[in-house]
C-alpha cells in the first residue's frame, strides 16, 4: 500500500514539472516573438514573391488599411481576371475596363477598337468614305443589311449600360461576326460604359455562344433585351440614364481612318453601291469651300423590300409605300433637302452627282450627311433625344458649310413613324434638351459672332 502512494505521488510530482518546463518554455517564445516584432522594419521589400500573385487583382500597397477583409477575397472576384485575359487573347479583344479613356466631361469611359475587322484597315485603304455609326444593343442587328449594302469601312461605337448589358453586347457582336463574314471583315467595334459606376468586369458565356444559331439573329437579339430588361425589351436605364448619342457619334467618326465620314444612326440603311460610287464622286470632289454632302432619307414600309435604286423609290414613294425621314413626326427634320426637287432631277445614269444645294436651310435640319472629319462636333452635352444632330448641324452652317444634295443614291429606315408611337419619356429628353440648347446658341454666337437665323433676336427683344 505504501508503496502505491509512494509511486502516485511521484508521478503527480513529475507531472507538475513537466508543465512548469512547457510554460517557461512558451513564455519565453512569446516574449521572443514580441521582441522581434518590435524591431523588424516596416519597409515593404523591393522585389518578393508572394503566393498571391497568380491571383490577378491589386496587391495591398505596403501600410495599406485592410479592416476585415480575407486577402483570398480581392476587390474583384477572382474569376475576373484570369478569365477575362483567356477571353481577350481568343477573341483578339482590346478591351481592359481599367485602360480606357474619358470623355471630355469625365463621364464615360471610353474604349476605341475593341473588335476590329478583319479587313477593315485595308478598306480604310481602299475607299475614300467610312460609314460612322452609334447604337446600343437593340439596334446592332441592322449591322447585317448595312454591311450587305455598303462595301467600305463601317465604324460602329455601342453604349453599354450595365454590366449585363456590356456582356450581352460582346456575346451578341462576336454571334453576329461568327454567323457574317461582312460584318467580321468591315467593322470595328467601339464601347462606351459609365465612368465610377460603369462596369468593372467583363464575362462572355461561350457554351452560349456555340449555341446560338444563325438563322434569326433578330429573335437572339430580342432574347438578350428581354434578359437585361426582366422581359422588358427597352430598359429601365433609358428613364433615369438617357443615352449619350452624340459621345458615340464622335467616337465612331474619330475611329474612321478614311478623308471622308458618311455619319448616320445605326438603323439608317444605305442603298447598295454607295461606298463605290462614293470612291469615282470623292476623286473628283471639286467644291471650293466648306461642303457637306445630303444623302437623302426615306422611311419605308415594312412590307416592302428594300429598294434597288431611285427609280424603284420614287415609285414606292407615289404609293405611299415611302415617304421622307420624319415627315410625320417632325417634317423640319429633312424639309430643307427639297425631296421633290432631288425626285424631279433626271439622272443621265448612275454615276452620284450633285442634284442641287440646299438653299432653305433652317434651324432643325438634321440630315445625314458626307464630309470630312473636320466639321465641327457634335456637342455631348446632348444626351438622350431632341437636339443632338440639328445642333452639330446648325453650327455646321453657321461656321460657313454648304450642303448639297446627292443623286441618284440614298439611304432607308424601315417603318413609317408617326408619333403617336413615342414614349413620353422621349418627349421629355427633349424638353431637356431645348433648355440647353439656349446656353448653346449663345456660345455659337460668341464663338463665330455670325446669328444667320437670327436664333438671338427674340432674346435681344425681350431685353
Same mark, same amino acid.
Given at each position: 500500500?505504501?508503496?502505491?502512494?509512494?509511486?502516485?505521488?511521484?508521478?503527480?510530482?513529475?507531472?507538475?514539472?513537466?508543465?512548469?518546463?512547457?510554460?517557461?518554455?512558451?513564455?519565453?517564445?512569446?516574449?521572443?516573438?514580441?521582441?522581434?516584432?518590435?524591431?523588424?522594419?516596416?519597409?515593404?521589400?523591393?522585389?518578393?514573391?508572394?503566393?498571391?500573385?497568380?491571383?490577378?487583382?491589386?496587391?495591398?500597397?505596403?501600410?495599406?488599411?485592410?479592416?476585415?477583409?480575407?486577402?483570398?477575397?480581392?476587390?474583384?472576384?477572382?474569376?475576373?481576371?484570369?478569365?477575362?485575359?483567356?477571353?481577350?487573347?481568343?477573341?483578339?479583344?482590346?478591351?481592359?475596363?481599367?485602360?480606357?479613356?474619358?470623355?471630355?466631361?469625365?463621364?464615360?469611359?471610353?474604349?476605341?477598337?475593341?473588335?476590329?475587322?478583319?479587313?477593315?484597315?485595308?478598306?480604310?485603304?481602299?475607299?475614300?468614305?467610312?460609314?460612322?455609326?452609334?447604337?446600343?444593343?437593340?439596334?446592332?442587328?441592322?449591322?447585317?443589311?448595312?454591311?450587305?449594302?455598303?462595301?467600305?469601312?463601317?465604324?460602329?461605337?455601342?453604349?453599354?449600360?450595365?454590366?449585363?448589358?456590356?456582356?450581352?453586347?460582346?456575346?451578341?457582336?462576336?454571334?453576329?461576326?461568327?454567323?457574317?463574314?461582312?460584318?467580321?471583315?468591315?467593322?470595328?467595334?467601339?464601347?462606351?460604359?459609365?465612368?465610377?459606376?460603369?462596369?468593372?468586369?467583363?464575362?462572355?458565356?461561350?457554351?452560349?455562344?456555340?449555341?446560338?444559331?444563325?438563322?434569326?439573329?433578330?429573335?437572339?437579339?430580342?432574347?438578350?433585351?428581354?434578359?437585361?430588361?426582366?422581359?422588358?425589351?427597352?430598359?429601365?436605364?433609358?428613364?433615369?440614364?438617357?443615352?449619350?448619342?452624340?459621345?458615340?457619334?464622335?467616337?465612331?467618326?474619330?475611329?474612321?481612318?478614311?478623308?471622308?465620314?458618311?455619319?448616320?444612326?445605326?438603323?439608317?440603311?444605305?442603298?447598295?453601291?454607295?461606298?463605290?460610287?462614293?470612291?469615282?464622286?470623292?476623286?473628283?470632289?471639286?467644291?471650293?469651300?466648306?461642303?457637306?454632302?445630303?444623302?437623302?432619307?426615306?422611311?419605308?414600309?415594312?412590307?416592302?423590300?428594300?429598294?434597288? +435604286? /431611285?427609280?424603284? %423609290?420614287?415609285? @414606292?414613294? $407615289? !404609293?405611299?409605300?415611302?415617304?421622307?425621314?420624319?415627315?410625320?413626326?417632325?417634317?423640319?427634320?429633312?424639309?430643307?433637302?427639297?425631296?421633290?426637287?432631288?425626285?424631279?432631277?433626271?439622272?443621265?445614269?448612275?454615276?452620284?452627282?450633285?442634284?442641287?444645294?440646299?438653299?432653305?436651310?433652317?434651324?432643325?435640319?438634321?440630315?445625314?450627311?458626307?464630309?470630312?472629319?473636320?466639321?465641327?462636333?457634335?456637342?455631348?452635352?446632348?444626351?438622350?433625344?431632341?437636339?443632338?444632330?440639328?445642333?452639330?448641324?446648325?453650327?455646321?452652317?453657321?461656321?460657313?458649310?454648304?450642303?448639297?444634295?446627292?443623286?441618284?443614291?440614298?439611304?432607308?429606315?424601315?417603318?413609317?413613324?408617326?408619333?403617336?408611337?413615342?414614349?413620353?419619356?422621349?418627349?421629355?429628353?427633349?424638353?431637356?434638351?431645348?433648355?440647353?440648347?439656349?446656353?448653346?446658341?449663345?456660345?455659337?454666337?460668341?464663338?463665330? +459672332? /455670325?446669328?444667320? %437665323?437670327?436664333? @438671338?433676336? $427674340? !432674346?435681344?427683344?425681350?431685353?
Amino acid at each position: 500500500m505504501s508503496h502505491n502512494l509512494v509511486s502516485d505521488g511521484y508521478s503527480k510530482w513529475r507531472v507538475w514539472k513537466i508543465s512548469i518546463l512547457i510554460l517557461i518554455l512558451l513564455t519565453a517564445y512569446n516574449v521572443f516573438l514580441t521582441i522581434k516584432l518590435m524591431t523588424t522594419t516596416t519597409d515593404c521589400p523591393e522585389s518578393q514573391e508572394n503566393i498571391l500573385d497568380s491571383i490577378k487583382f491589386r496587391q495591398p500597397e505596403c501600410g495599406d488599411q485592410q479592416p476585415d477583409q480575407d486577402p483570398f477575397e480581392p476587390d474583384e472576384p477572382r474569376i475576373g481576371s484570369e478569365h477575362q485575359d483567356q477571353l481577350v487573347e481568343k477573341y483578339q479583344l482590346n478591351l481592359n475596363l481599367k485602360l480606357g479613356r474619358s470623355d471630355n466631361r469625365i463621364a464615360y469611359t471610353l474604349f476605341d477598337h475593341v473588335i476590329v475587322g478583319d479587313k477593315f484597315v485595308q478598306l480604310s485603304d481602299t475607299f475614300r468614305t467610312c460609314l460612322a455609326t452609334q447604337s446600343s444593343l437593340d439596334k446592332i442587328v441592322s449591322l447585317v443589311e448595312s454591311s450587305l449594302h455598303w462595301a467600305g469601312p463601317i465604324s460602329l461605337a455601342v453604349f453599354a449600360g450595365s454590366e449585363k448589358e456590356l456582356n450581352h453586347i460582346l456575346l451578341f457582336i462576336l454571334y453576329l461576326r461568327k454567323c457574317n463574314s461582312r460584318i467580321k471583315d468591315k467593322v470595328s467595334f467601339h464601347i462606351a460604359i459609365l465612368k465610377g459606376n460603369g462596369p468593372k468586369r467583363f464575362s462572355i458565356d461561350e457554351e452560349r455562344l456555340g449555341r446560338l444559331s444563325c438563322m434569326n439573329p433578330m429573335a437572339n437579339m430580342h432574347q438578350l433585351m428581354m434578359e437585361i430588361n426582366n422581359n422588358r425589351m427597352m430598359g429601365p436605364w433609358r428613364h433615369k440614364l438617357p443615352y449619350p448619342q452624340n459621345l458615340l457619334r464622335n467616337l465612331a467618326r474619330k475611329n474612321c481612318h478614311t478623308k471622308y465620314i458618311f455619319l448616320t444612326d445605326v438603323d439608317v440603311i444605305p442603298v447598295k453601291g454607295m461606298a463605290e460610287g462614293l470612291n469615282e464622286f470623292l476623286a473628283e470632289d471639286k467644291c471650293r469651300g466648306k461642303c457637306a454632302y445630303v444623302v437623302p432619307t426615306y422611311e419605308v414600309d415594312e412590307r416592302v423590300l428594300f429598294p434597288e +435604286n /431611285k427609280t424603284e %423609290l420614287i415609285r @414606292m414613294a $407615289s !404609293k405611299g409605300l415611302a415617304r421622307p425621314f420624319h415627315h410625320k413626326v417632325f417634317i423640319y427634320n429633312q424639309y430643307a433637302t427639297n425631296f421633290s426637287r432631288w425626285q424631279n432631277f433626271k439622272d443621265p445614269d448612275r454615276t452620284i452627282r450633285v442634284s442641287h444645294p440646299v438653299t432653305n436651310f433652317e434651324f432643325l435640319y438634321e440630315p445625314f450627311y458626307i464630309a470630312t472629319d473636320d466639321v465641327p462636333p457634335h456637342d455631348e452635352r446632348f444626351v438622350g433625344y431632341g437636339y443632338t444632330r440639328n445642333t452639330q448641324v446648325y453650327e455646321m452652317f453657321v461656321s460657313g458649310y454648304e450642303f448639297q444634295v446627292l443623286s441618284p443614291i440614298f439611304s432607308c429606315h424601315w417603318g413609317l413613324q408617326v408619333k403617336k408611337n413615342r414614349p413620353p419619356w422621349r418627349e421629355h429628353q427633349n424638353n431637356q434638351n431645348r433648355k440647353l440648347f439656349d446656353q448653346f446658341k449663345k456660345e455659337i454666337f460668341a464663338k463665330y +459672332n /455670325k446669328d444667320p %437665323l437670327h436664333m @438671338m433676336v $427674340s !432674346k435681344n427683344n425681350k431685353n
